[in-house]
Protein backbone atom coordinates (compact mmCIF):
# COMPACT_ATOMS: atom_id res chain seq x y z
CA UNK A 1 0.00 0.00 0.00
CA UNK A 2 1.55 3.41 -1.30
CA UNK A 3 1.18 6.39 1.12
CA UNK A 4 0.27 9.64 -0.93
CA UNK A 5 2.39 12.93 0.07
CA UNK A 6 -0.97 14.28 2.33
CA UNK A 7 -1.62 11.02 4.45
CA UNK A 8 3.13 11.16 4.62
CA UNK A 9 2.42 14.97 5.90
CA UNK A 10 -0.10 13.97 8.49
CA UNK A 11 2.04 11.09 9.63
CA UNK A 12 5.44 12.64 9.24
CA UNK A 13 5.20 16.53 9.48
CA UNK A 14 9.17 17.38 10.06
CA UNK A 15 9.70 15.26 6.35
CA UNK A 16 6.98 17.11 4.06
CA UNK A 17 9.78 19.21 2.07
CA UNK A 18 11.94 15.86 1.42
CA UNK A 19 11.77 16.20 -2.90
CA UNK A 20 8.88 18.01 -4.57
CA UNK A 21 6.65 18.92 -1.20
CA UNK A 22 2.74 18.74 -0.93
CA UNK A 23 1.11 22.22 -2.02
CA UNK A 24 1.95 23.99 1.79
CA UNK A 25 -0.15 27.07 2.18
CA UNK A 26 -0.52 26.72 5.90
CA UNK A 27 3.07 26.66 6.54
CA UNK A 28 4.06 28.83 3.82
CA UNK A 29 1.43 31.24 5.03
CA UNK A 30 2.56 31.44 9.26
CA UNK A 31 6.30 31.50 7.71
CA UNK A 32 5.66 34.75 5.93
CA UNK A 33 3.56 35.90 8.40
CA UNK A 34 6.25 35.41 11.03
CA UNK A 35 8.74 37.21 9.41
CA UNK A 36 6.54 40.62 8.43
CA UNK A 37 7.24 41.87 11.51
CA UNK A 38 11.07 42.22 10.71
CA UNK A 39 10.16 43.66 7.89
CA UNK A 40 8.07 46.65 8.57
CA UNK A 41 10.59 47.11 11.50
CA UNK A 42 13.74 47.44 9.03
CA UNK A 43 11.35 49.57 6.37
CA UNK A 44 9.94 51.67 9.53
CA UNK A 45 13.51 52.33 10.75
CA UNK A 46 15.07 53.13 7.31
CA UNK A 47 11.88 55.27 6.85
CA UNK A 48 12.38 56.63 9.77
CA UNK A 49 15.73 57.58 9.55
CA UNK A 50 16.23 58.98 6.11
CA UNK A 51 12.72 61.61 7.46
CA UNK A 52 14.95 62.70 9.96
CA UNK A 53 17.72 63.35 8.22
CA UNK A 54 15.84 64.39 5.13
CA UNK A 55 12.76 66.32 6.02
CA UNK A 56 12.55 69.94 6.70
CA UNK A 57 8.89 69.72 7.23
CA UNK A 58 6.69 66.87 8.03
CA UNK A 59 2.81 67.54 7.33
CA UNK A 60 -0.36 66.00 7.33
CA UNK A 61 0.32 64.86 3.50
CA UNK A 62 3.24 63.03 4.62
CA UNK A 63 1.29 61.24 7.10
CA UNK A 64 -1.19 59.82 4.36
CA UNK A 65 1.39 59.35 1.93
CA UNK A 66 3.33 57.20 5.13
CA UNK A 67 -0.07 55.18 5.70
CA UNK A 68 -0.26 54.35 1.81
CA UNK A 69 3.32 53.50 1.63
CA UNK A 70 3.36 51.29 4.27
CA UNK A 71 -0.01 49.02 3.01
CA UNK A 72 1.64 49.53 -0.49
CA UNK A 73 4.92 47.84 0.88
CA UNK A 74 2.73 45.24 2.79
CA UNK A 75 0.67 44.22 -0.21
CA UNK A 76 4.48 43.99 -2.27
CA UNK A 77 5.63 42.00 1.02
CA UNK A 78 3.12 39.00 -0.25
CA UNK A 79 4.99 38.10 -3.38
CA UNK A 80 7.22 36.11 -1.55
CA UNK A 81 4.58 33.96 -0.26
CA UNK A 82 2.64 34.32 -3.87
CA UNK A 83 5.33 32.80 -5.85
CA UNK A 84 6.27 30.15 -2.88
CA UNK A 85 2.34 28.74 -3.90
CA UNK A 86 2.52 29.55 -7.68
CA UNK A 87 6.21 27.43 -7.35
CA UNK A 88 4.29 24.69 -4.94
CA UNK A 89 0.61 24.62 -6.45
CA UNK A 90 1.54 25.03 -10.68
CA UNK A 91 4.99 23.37 -10.63
CA UNK A 92 4.76 20.91 -7.72
CA UNK A 93 8.00 22.22 -6.24
CA UNK A 94 10.04 22.62 -9.10
CA UNK A 95 11.58 25.01 -8.17
CA UNK A 96 11.89 24.78 -4.80
CA UNK A 97 11.55 28.00 -3.60
CA UNK A 98 10.51 27.03 -0.41
CA UNK A 99 14.78 26.23 0.14
CA UNK A 100 15.29 29.92 -0.74
CA UNK A 101 12.68 31.85 1.22
CA UNK A 102 15.51 33.23 3.66
CA UNK A 103 17.31 34.40 0.39
CA UNK A 104 14.59 35.69 -1.24
CA UNK A 105 12.86 37.44 2.23
CA UNK A 106 16.64 39.23 2.46
CA UNK A 107 16.58 40.46 -1.24
CA UNK A 108 12.69 41.66 -0.45
CA UNK A 109 13.81 43.23 2.36
CA UNK A 110 17.08 44.81 1.39
CA UNK A 111 15.36 45.73 -2.09
CA UNK A 112 13.02 47.55 0.12
CA UNK A 113 14.94 49.39 2.31
CA UNK A 114 16.84 50.61 -0.35
CA UNK A 115 13.74 51.66 -1.70
CA UNK A 116 12.21 53.68 0.95
CA UNK A 117 15.51 55.67 1.51
CA UNK A 118 15.62 56.37 -1.69
CA UNK A 119 12.04 57.46 -1.88
CA UNK A 120 12.42 59.70 0.93
CA UNK A 121 15.59 61.11 -1.27
CA UNK A 122 13.62 62.12 -4.28
CA UNK A 123 10.88 63.49 -2.37
CA UNK A 124 12.79 66.44 -0.33
CA UNK A 125 15.83 66.50 -3.02
CA UNK A 126 14.54 69.82 -4.52
CA UNK A 127 13.93 71.01 -0.60
CA UNK A 128 17.84 70.20 0.12
CA UNK A 129 19.22 71.50 -2.85
Known sequence: MEIDDYERLALEP????????????KESFAWWERMRWIYNLAIGLVGGAALLFFAPKFGFGEVVGLIAYGLFANLFYLLG?????ADQHYLRG????????ISLF????IGSMLLTFWMVWVYYMPVII
Do not use: C, N, S
Request: without cysteine; charged residues 15%; aromatic residues 20%.
Open 14 to 25: EQAFEGHPPFQF
Open 81 to 85: FWVEM
Open 106 to 109: LLGT
Open 94 to 101: GIGLYRLR
